[in-house]
């Protein structure tokens, strides 16, 4: 692992970079091979914490509907999870994180700080494993950005800006905190003969009494007969539903009977909570890429913006709207003739200006690539048409390329669970949850 680079080598590569004319990458490489090898750290220097703590672990339950993702993962106990545990304490070994910025980011509870964090060890295994040195915020020459890596590979290198996007449904009046609290307490509802369907009528303003609704949804439960309710189902197709209100909440519960061989047992509650409202990954990803991209004036080099978009709706047409404009119909004056596909003058990519956003080589997506499942997911690379700098870096990503005035899709080579040094059925082949 490459030692981090000190204000005075900093300084020396840049001025090295300066006068000679050569990449401030380059320079930097010069001044270290001439620095000789670092001392060893001394005998009995405290070692490094760990990211998770090393306690015995007995509970093996999914996470609460409150309970947050560091959390969960430091407490779950199982073999597919202690899987997950030791990989990423082995990836955090190889990260340099002298401060401990990274660990304290990736044991917050806060979503945006976790997820961040979390995204930043990804990428730091990923591109180490295709055989990058790599240097954590590097000093830019012209610009007070520092993005998150430095990469080199023999000639090849580039920058990479990791940042994370949270979009999806957008419903004007929910509140998931306080929704959570109540999907916490009806699954505190002791019933072995139902699931509930839960629909929010109103989001009330303040956090809800748990014992009045766990008290009425039991009692109603309770005098409900299942095998009644089976059977007038299978003539209305209806299910029995009931409004209760809580101060200012109300909401709305159906009765879904569980199948005869399987009542009174352990089986999650509450089923199928429908969502609505509009989704926002567009606007959510192209102001997210803009606010990144405005911190560099100038890089020295290929930039690459690395999105963890946590939307399980973020699909191509999304990024391909955020990146070059939203689509729209055009219509023919005349009224005769066919209309067609036009891209609105909105997007990173192409603006009214025209082409914009160029300082951004590429955009890396990683669609939902999680702690659990990064072994099966490739992330995307989609290369500007225009960049100032283009990326000409061997990748094996999958990646999207505007060719001839036509958007190119191509697929990955290869296996993910590979490059990153997992088994196929990595981190089972125990289920996550054993029944």
Known sequence: ??????????????EISKSEGVPYQTALTKIRA??????????????????????ERTNP????????????????????????????????????????????????????????????LYLHRLFKRLGFEIEVHPVLEHSSGRPDFAL?????????????????????????AREAEITEALESVNNGDFHLKLRFIQVGSASPRRAPIVREVTGWLN????????????????????????GDWILELGAWPVTAEHRGGDHPLIVGAPISGLVNDVEKLRAALERK???????????????????????????????????????????????KMVRQPD?????????????ASAVLIGKGIMHHNCGGTWPQLWHHPLASEALNVDLPFPAARVIDDALQLTDGRGHPHELLGLTADWPGPHPPFPR
């Open 293 to 339: 991209h405005a911190r560099y004036k100038r890089p020295e080099a290929p930039l690459v913006l690395a999105v963890l978009a946590m939307s399980s709706f973020m699909e191509d047409r999304a990024i391909a709207s955020a990146l070059f404009g939203s689509e729209a119909i055009m219509m023919p004056k005349s009224g005769v003739g066919a209309a």
């Open 152 to 176: 080199t590979r023999k000639q090849e290198f580039f920058y990479v800006e990791a940042l994370t996007v949270f979009s999806g449904i957008d419903e004007p009046g929910r509140h998931g």
């Open 223 to 246: 005098s409900l007969d299942p095998n009644a309710v089976t059977n007038g189902m299978e003539r209305t197709y209806e299910l029995p539903t009931k409004t209760f209100t809580e």
């Open 34 to 55: 001439t620095a000789g090898p670092q001392s060893p750290s001394p005998v009995g220097s405290v070692p490094r914490p760990t990211l998770f703590d090393q306690i």
């Open 1 to 14: 692992m490459s030692a981090q680079p000190n204000r005075k080598q900093q300084r020396l590569a840049r």
């Open 61 to 120: 339950s999914p996470a609460g509907h409150r309970e947050d993702s560091f959390s969960f993962l430091n407490r779950v106990d199982g073999p597919y999870w202690g899987n997950v545990r030791d990989q990423l304490e082995l990836w955090y070994e190889a990260f340099p994180d002298a401060d401990g910025d990274l660990r304290s980011r990736f044991r917050n509870a806060a979503p945006q700080q976790h997820y961040a964090a979390w995204w930043e």
């Open 347 to 359: 997007g990173f990519w192409l603006n009214r200006g025209g082409a914009a956003g160029d300082r």
